[in-house]
C-alpha cells in the first residue's frame, strides 16, 4: 500500500501549511484514510479521517475549525490544509489507511506512510 506523505516544513505561528498524501484511487475510494500526528514523547493521535462510504470527516477537537481533509481521486491524493498554525501543532504528521472504510479514526490501522515533519515556530 502505497503512502507517501510531504508537504512539512517550518511555519511560524498563525500560518498556513498544505500536507499531501500520494498514494491509489483505490485506496482513497475503497479504504478508510485519514491523518495522524506524533510529537516528540507523546503517543500518536488521531487528526482527521474521511469516511469512504459517505464522505463524511472527522475531526479531533484540537484542530476542528483549522484543519480540513479532502481528497483528489484524479490525482490519487489526500491532502490536509493547516491553518492558524499553532506550537503545539508541532508534529511528524503521517498519513494512513485501513481497509475497514468504516474503522474509527484512531492510531491503530494497518497501514501508513513514513511521515512529514511540521514545525510551528517564531
Known amino acids: 500500500v502505497q503512502l507517501q506523505a510531504s508537504g512539512g516544513g517550518l511555519v511560524q505561528p498563525g500560518g498556513s501549511l498544505t500536507l499531501s498524501c500520494a498514494t491509489s484511487k483505490f485506496i482513497l475510494e475503497s479504504y478508510a484514510i485519514g491523518w495522524f500526528r506524533q510529537a516528540p514523547g507523546k503517543e500518536r493521535e488521531a487528526v482527521s479521517c474521511?469516511?469512504?462510504?459517505?464522505?463524511?470527516?472527522y475531526y479531533e477537537d484540537p484542530v476542528r475549525g483549522r484543519f480540513a481533509i479532502s481528497r483528489d481521486v484524479a490525482k490519487s491524493t489526500l491532502y490536509l490544509h493547516m491553518n492558524n498554525l499553532k506550537p503545539e501543532d508541532t508534529a511528524v504528521y503521517y498519513c494512513a489507511a485501513d481497509p475497514i472504510p468504516l474503522r474509527a479514526c484512531i492510531p491503530t490501522w494497518d497501514f501508513w506512510g513514513q511521515g512529514t515533519q511540521v514545525t510551528v515556530s517564531s
Open positions: 474521511i469516511n469512504n462510504r459517505d464522505g463524511s470527516t
